[in-house]
């Protein structure tokens, strides 16, 4: 896909197999509304620590996926980490999340396959998990293209963590 920044006229392109709602502009860090080709806003770039480049591919298992996003989120004033977008050429996603070079490999759960008994305790594919952790978290620094709004992203969330029972 090809797209020509409305804030810099730079060329932003990369070969994706998804419709592009919104992306950030690779060299001047606007986020871009495809539909209405206007910038909402600027965005930190990603620097600190990010070893993965928006459009490089590798493979994890059989699966080659394309980094499509990062992502660096904080908690309170001084914890990062890093979520890497990734689609594969069905355009499935998955992601990989890195906190001081600790790698985490998630896939998205289909709702049908997670099933909660209550807030403290779900169950997934006959295994019951219970609450481990919730935190505020907001995003640091943006780049890359998604097919959903950057805005549900990029507003403060909660990030909550289950372990195994």
């Known amino acids: 896909m090809h797209y020509v920044c409305p804030a810099c006229d730079s060329e932003n392109k990369l070969d994706l197999t998804f419709p592009v709602r919104e992306y950030v502009c690779q060299t001047c860090s606007h986020l871009i509304d495809v539909a209405l080709n206007n ?25 080659e996926y394309t980094v499509t996003a ?21 355009g499935n996603d998955a992601f990989l999340s890195e906190s001081d070079g600790h790698w985490v490999f998630l896939i998205p759960i289909p709702a049908d396959d997670f099933k909660s008994k209550d807030s403290q305790i779900a169950t997934y594919a006959g295994r019951n998990y219970r609450w481990y952790e919730t935190s505020q978290c907001s995003i640091h620094a943006a780049a890359g293209f998604l097919m959903k709004s950057w805005i549900s992203v990029l507003l403060p969330t909660k990030n909550t963590s289950m372990e195994p029972v």
Do not use: C, M
Not at 42 to 58: A, C, S, Y
Not at 71 to 87: C, Q, T
């Open 39 to 63: 910038h909402a806003r600027h965005l930190k770039v990603p620097t600190e620590n990010v070893v993965l480049d928006i459009g490089q591919k590798g493979k994890i298992g059989d699966t």
């Open 70 to 90: 990062i992502i660096v989120r904080k908690y309170g004033s001084s914890i990062f980490w890093r979520e890497y977008y990734l689609k594969d050429s069905k």
